[in-house]
């Protein structure tokens, strides 16, 4: 039996002491009182105020600054928002009655023109929703405040996925490029823009005429601080007052402190790699089925991860449509693993650049050392390469790695979404370039059906199969964790958005 990784190895050259920070322009200079203002620190920052762009580091700041026509509350239930009612008239049409009496924040009022403008607008090259804004075949304004929108067939999930589709203002944005867009964003949300320096900081302010009451803390510093000690050291020495992505190794420390709180929350969003299937050894599926074999997850949620994770046997979470409870994880089999390796023509093994983001996923380069750990166990020459997330991704877009980390949560809930983001053959996110015609016929054939039940046990048949075929290594569900100050209010959202007009002190 192979010997299970001790948490010095996996840890070592972690700093836990505390550093002094130095955060530029700190927040506090304003002179605000606590009650009015907040220090967030988080891990990694948005690269553009774009809100088509569909990745958490810019959901996190442009969730505050927009609204979409409907939003989730921290459960994740679907709830009114810009829209106060909708309806399914067909089974390509939605009809949706708007709010009235909401303006943008440079005072224009909002109507049926900008959300016919801002779903237009998703079929644009920027657009990491082309897919979704492709399933819209018309936007028809019926009245000033009500709109038809006609997809180009059935699409089950359209409504659930519009907490996260934005609404711009369609007057100014006409007479704006693309680049000031994307670079001082005007929106209809609880928070104003105020400046952005890329790398550093997004500075909001709350908007006082908001449509569902002005927020209480009424200055929000969102501050990049990639560090892990130096996050820590800011929420101890009171200069931060939430802290995302807390290191797990400094989860006992928190507990201990009486002026802080630590906050965890069962997370929804599947980690995993992918691998690559063209022109690679792991095109194979004896050899993806070997990489699944090999690695001990359950080692890596307890040393790395610090016990704050649960395995994961595929990608949709338990309350999202299509996930499948007769799908298990492959047991942690080295001997199997080894076996499959030289079945495959691979007996002394291959090179593998195992790839992952360095500012992504709690200790995500932990992970990846680990995962090649395992991997160089059964004969596999792997080596770690670790990236910021905007040059690893860029990579992935370009289908320039075969091994590479992925984290995955379906805003919509719904895996026939998750599919067409990440499975099917023309997904834009399949960086691996996975292609399975069966599995892109049910997809394409769960989209005709009404009936909910009868569509998620086709989802569940489509789950299987790609799991089956191990068009991915699925390794766990990953932990919300937070150190927030003692007198924060905070709950954390089930998408694991941190939206400031729900929190006060």
């Known amino acids: 039996m192979v010997q299970s990784l001790s948490r010095r190895t996996f840890l070592k050259g972690l700093a836990v002491g505390a550093t002094t920070l130095a955060l530029p322009g700190s927040l506090w200079q304003t002179g605000l009182s606590q009650p009015s203002s907040l220090l967030a620190v988080v891990k990694a920052g948005p690269d553009t105020m774009e809100p088509t762009r569909d990745n958490d580091p810019n959901l996190q700041v442009v969730a505050n600054i927009f609204d979409g026509l409907l939003r989730r509350d921290p459960t994740g239930k679907l709830l009114p928002a810009l829209a106060t009612s909708f309806k399914r ?9 708007l709010r009235q009496g909401v303006k943008f924040h ?19 090259d920027f657009s990491e929703f082309q897919s979704f804004g492709g399933a819209i075949k018309q936007v028809q304004i019926l009245t000033p405040f009500k709109v038809q929108v006609i997809t180009d067939g059935p699409v089950p999930f ?40 890329q790398g550093s900081f997004v500075d909001l302010e709350a908007n006082p005429d908001y449509w569902d009451g002005a927020a209480t803390i009424k200055r929000v510093r969102h501050q990049v601080v990639q560090d892990d000690s130096t996050r820590l050291a800011a929420l101890e020495s009171g200069d931060a007052q939430l802290v995302q992505s807390l290191p797990v190794q400094f989860a006992d420390r928190v507990r201990a402190n009486s002026a802080l709180k630590l906050v965890v929350r069962a997370g929804r969003q599947a980690i995993f790699f992918s691998p690559k299937v063209v022109d690679s050894p792991l095109a194979d599926l004896r050899v993806r089925q070997a990489l699944y074999y090999a690695i001990d997850t359950q080692a890596i949620i307890k040393t790395v991860l610090g016990g704050f994770g649960a395995p994961a046997a595929q990608v949709p979470d338990p309350p999202t449509v299509g ?34 983001t360095n500012d992504q996923f709690a200790n995500d380069v932990e992970v990846g050392q680990a995962v090649a750990q395992f991997l160089s166990r059964v004969g596999i020459h792997a080596q770690v390469r670790a990236r910021p997330s905007s040059l690893f991704f860029s990579d992935v877009d370009a289908h320039k790695l075969d091994f590479f980390i992925v984290g995955w ?23 691996s370039l996975y292609s399975n015609a069966q599995f892109d016929a049910l997809i394409k054939q769960s989209d005709a059906i009404v009936n909910a039940q009868e569509r998620a046990k086709l989802l569940q048949r489509a789950n299987k199969l790609v799991m089956d075929d191990v068009a991915l290594v699925p390794l766990y569900y990953e932990a919300q964790v937070w150190g927030t100050a003692s007198g924060l209010q905070f709950q954390p959202r089930s998408d694991s958005w941190t939206v400031y007009h729900d929190l006060s002190f």
């Open 158 to 197: 359209f409504a659930n996925n519009l907490h996260q589709i934005f609404i711009l203002d369609q007057e100014s944005s006409a007479t704006r490029s693309e680049a000031e867009i994307a670079q001082k964003p005007i929106g209809t949300g609880a928070y104003r823009f105020e400046q952005w320096v």
């Open 323 to 356: 996930f499948n409870p007769d799908i298990k994880r492959l047991s942690f089999d080295p001997a199997r693993a080894r076996g499959l390796l030289s079945e495959a023509g691979f007996p002394n093994g291959f090179d593998l650049t195992v790839d992952v």
């Open 106 to 124: 440079n005072g224009n009022p909002f109507d049926a023109q900008d959300v016919k403008f801002s779903l237009e607008r998703l079929k644009g």
């Open 89 to 97: 008239t067909d089974l390509d049409k939605w009809e949706f009655t």
């Open 409 to 431: 949560f379906d805003g919509a809930f719904d895996f026939g979404r998750t599919a067409k983001v990440l499975l099917v053959t023309d997904a834009y996110f399949n960086g």
